[in-house]
C-alpha cells in the first residue's frame, strides 16, 4: 500500500495492490467512482459497473441507504460497514451529516454496539492483542500494513462509557474515537490503528455468550495486567515511536497509574481524565463569561469521584491558580461526592488522586448535616452553595429536583452539568433542569439534546463532549511534532473552545458551537496546541504563519485522488 494520501489530491496514490484486493482496501477503494483508465490498469474492468459515478453522487446514493435503516444500531451498522469498504465516502458522507451521524458513530449508539459487539462482528478492523499472546506483541504489532502510524486509540474494554466492562466489545470506541480524530480532525485515517487489549473479561454475561469473541477467562489482575500493558506499550515504542498513544475507557483504578507510568515515556494521554477535563473546563469557562465572571469565583459540586471526575476536579483547580487563588484557596472551593457521601480527610477506601481533593474535617465542622461522616450532595448545596454542578455518576437520575431548586435559591444562574452518558445515565433532563431553575440554568451534557423551550425562549444545550478536544489536541500535537503532551496544552485547548461559545454572542445561546463547525474549532484548538507546545519546550518553535500552515497541511479531507499501478 502507498503512504497515506496527506500530500494534496494532484498527487497520486501508488499501489501494488489491483483487482478485487485493491477493492477489497477501504483507504484506497474507490468503487464506482474509479476511472476508465484506472479500471483498465488497476485490473478493475468488468469487477464494477459500467457507469463511472462521482464522489457527491455516490454519497447521495450513500445517505439515502442510510435513511432507509429502520433503527440507530442498524445505522450504526450501515455506517461502520460503509467504512470497511470505502473510508473517502463514508467521510464524505460523515461530514455532510456530522450533527446527525455522530451520536450514530460515537455516543450514545456506540455503547449498545460495544454491548452486541460480538453478535453484530462482520470485519476485523484494528489489532486485539490477548493476554495470551503478551509474548508476541511485536509479531502482533508488525501485523499491521501501515508503517506510517501516527495515532493509537488503545482500550481493554473495562469501563466502557457507563456501561462497565464489555471485554472485547470495547473495541467499538477505539474505532468510533478514531472516526472522529478524522471527522472533526483531519487526522488520515490511513495513520490511525485502533488497538484492543484482551485481559479478559469479568462481564458474566459476556463469558456466558456462546458468540463472545474475546478471551473466555477472567480478568488479569495486580502485577500480571500491569506487566501486561507494560509489554504492549514498550512494543508501540519500538515499533511506532513518534506516535500519539490515547489511552479510553480503562477502569480507574488503572487509568490514573496508567498515565502517571508513561506520560513522560511517550506521546500520551488519557482521554477520559485529560479530555473530558479539557471540554469540561472549556465550557465552564465559557459559562463564567456568560455570567460575568471567572471560575475563580465559584464553588464547584461534582456528583461522581472517580478519575474523570478528579480529573476535571485538577483543570479546573489550575484554571482557578490561573485567575489568581492560591492552590489551598481553589481547593477549598472544590467539592467531591460520591456513592458513600462528601470526600473529607481521613475516609477509609480513598484511591490516591481522590486524596488530594478531599475537604478538611474543620472546612464542614458547623454545617448542618445528618450524618457527618456521610454527607450528601443535598447537604453539599445546602452548606456550601456551589454555583457549578457536575455529574460524572454514570446513575440516572441523581440531580433531583430539590437538589436544582437549592442551587437555584442561591446563585443567580446556577451551572449544572450533567455529564454522564450514554443518555440512560444521564443525572437530569435538561427540560427538568431548566423547569426547576425557573430557567436560569446553564446546561451542558454528555450526550446530545435539542434546545429546549422555557416559557417561549428557546435554550441551547452543549453537548460536552470530547470531541470538541481530542481530535484539535490530535492535529495540534502532530503538526507541531510535540513530544510530550503537557497539562499546559489541555489548557490551551480549554481556552482556545471557550472562545467559540455561541453563548457569548446571544441569549439563550450554547456553551458550546454546534458540531457543524467541529473542524473549524479544531483547527483552533490545534493551533493554540501547537503554540503551547512551544512554549513549554516539549516541540521546534516557529512562527505564526509556519503553524498554521502545518496545521492546514495536516488536515486530511476526504477526495478521491488518483491511482497508479507501483
Known amino acids: 500500500m502507498s503512504k497515506s494520501h496527506r500530500k494534496g489530491l494532484e498527487h497520486p496514490i501508488k499501489t501494488r495492490l489491483r483487482g478485487e484486493v485493491l477493492h477489497e482496501t477501504p483507504i484506497l477503494n474507490k468503487d464506482t467512482a474509479f476511472s476508465d483508465p484506472e479500471r483498465l490498469s488497476l485490473g478493475l474492468l468488468g469487477l464494477l459497473p459500467p457507469h463511472v459515478e462521482t464522489l457527491e453522487e455516490q454519497t447521495t446514493r450513500a445517505f439515502e441507504a442510510y435513511e432507509r435503516q429502520q433503527n440507530d444500531l442498524d ?109 472533526c480532525g483531519g487526522i488520515d485515517p490511513a495513520t490511525a490503528l485502533p488497538i484492543l487489549l484482551d485481559a479478559g473479561t469479568n462481564n458474566q454475561e459476556r463469558l456466558a455468550d456462546p458468540h463472545y469473541i474475546g478471551w473466555r477467562h477472567e480478568r488479569v489482575s495486580g502485577q500480571d495486567y500491569y506487566d501486561f500493558v507494560d ?191 450514554p443518555t440512560s445515565r444521564i443525572e437530569a433532563l435538561p427540560g427538568d433542569i431548566l423547569q426547576w431553575s425557573d430557567g436560569k440554568a446553564l446546561i451542558a451534557t454528555g450526550s446530545p439534546f435539542e434546545p429546549v423551550d422555557y416559557n417561549g425562549k428557546s435554550h441551547g444545550i452543549a453537548q460536552c463532549n470530547n470531541s470538541y478536544i481530542f481530535p484539535g489536541m490530535g492535529l495540534g500535537i502532530l503538526a507541531s511534532g510535540a513530544r510530550r503532551v503537557s497539562d499546559g496544552m489541555f489548557m490551551a485547548a480549554s481556552r482556545a473552545l471557550s472562545e467559540c461559545a455561541p453563548a457569548l454572542k446571544q441569549s439563550g445561546g450554547a456553551l458550546l458551537p454546534p458540531l457543524s463547525e467541529v473542524r473549524e474549532v479544531s483547527r483552533h484548538i490545534a493551533l493554540a496546541v501547537a503554540a503551547q507546545a512551544e512554549a513549554d519546550g516539549v516541540a521546534e518553535p516557529c512562527g505564526d504563519e509556519d503553524r498554521e500552515r502545518r496545521v492546514d497541511d495536516r488536515m486530511w479531507a476526504p477526495q478521491y485522488r488518483p491511482v497508479e499501478s507501483e
Open 75 to 183: 445505522r450504526h451498522l450501515y455506517l461502520r460497514g460503509l467504512q470497511d469498504r470505502n473510508e473517502t465516502l463514508f467521510y464524505h458522507l460523515i461530514l455532510q451529516h456530522l450533527p446527525e451521524m455522530m451520536p450514530m458513530i460515537y455516543t450514545p449508539v456506540v455503547g449498545e454496539a460495544c454491548q452486541k459487539f460480538s453478535e453484530i462482528y462482520r470485519r476485523p478492523r484494528g489489532l486485539f492483542i490477548s493476554y495470551p499472546n503478551r509474548d508476541r506483541v511485536d509479531e502482533i504489532l508488525a501485523n499491521w500494513a501501515e508503517r506510517d502510524v501516527q495515532v493509537i486509540v488503545m482500550t481493554d474494554g473495562e469501563r466502557i462509557l457507563g456501561l462497565g466492562d464489555q471485554g472485547a466489545g470495547g473495541m467499538g470506541i477505539p474505532i468510533g474515537k478514531l472516526s472522529l480524530y478524522t471527522a
Open 231 to 421: 509489554a504492549v506499550v514498550q512494543g508501540i515504542k519500538r515499533t511506532f515511536p513518534n506516535v500519539l498513544l490515547q489511552f479510553e475507557d480503562f477502569a480507574q483504578t488503572h487509568a490514573s497509574p496508567l498515565l502517571k507510568k508513561y506520560r513522560n515515556q511517550l506521546c500520551t494521554f488519557n482521554d477520559d481524565i485529560q479530555g473530558t477535563a479539557a471540554v469540561t473546563v472549556g465550557t465552564l469557562l465559557a459559562a463564567a463569561k456568560v455570567t460575568g465572571g471567572r471560575i475563580a469565583d465559584h464553588r464547584v459540586a461534582f456528583l461522581g469521584a472517580g478519575s474523570a471526575g478528579c480529573g476535571i476536579a485538577e483543570q479546573i483547580i489550575d484554571a482557578m491558580v490561573a485567575e489568581g487563588l492560591s492552590e489551598a484557596a481553589a481547593r477549598s472551593q472544590i467539592f467531591m461526592v460520591d456513592r458513600y457521601g462528601l470526600l473529607q480527610e481521613g475516609m477509609d477506601g480513598l484511591l490516591p488522586f481522590q486524596e488530594r481533593l478531599c475537604q478538611p474535617r474543620q472546612a464542614v465542622a458547623d454545617w448542618s448535616c445528618e450524618d457527618r461522616e456521610h454527607i450528601s450532595l443535598l447537604e453539599v448545596m445546602r452548606n456550601a452553595g456551589p454555583g457549578i454542578l457536575v455529574g460524572v455518576s454514570g446513575q440516572p437520575g441523581l440531580f433531583s429536583e430539590e437538589i436544582i431548586r437549592t442551587m437555584a435559591d442561591k446563585v443567580a444562574r446556577p451551572v449544572v452539568f450533567p455529564l454522564s452518558n
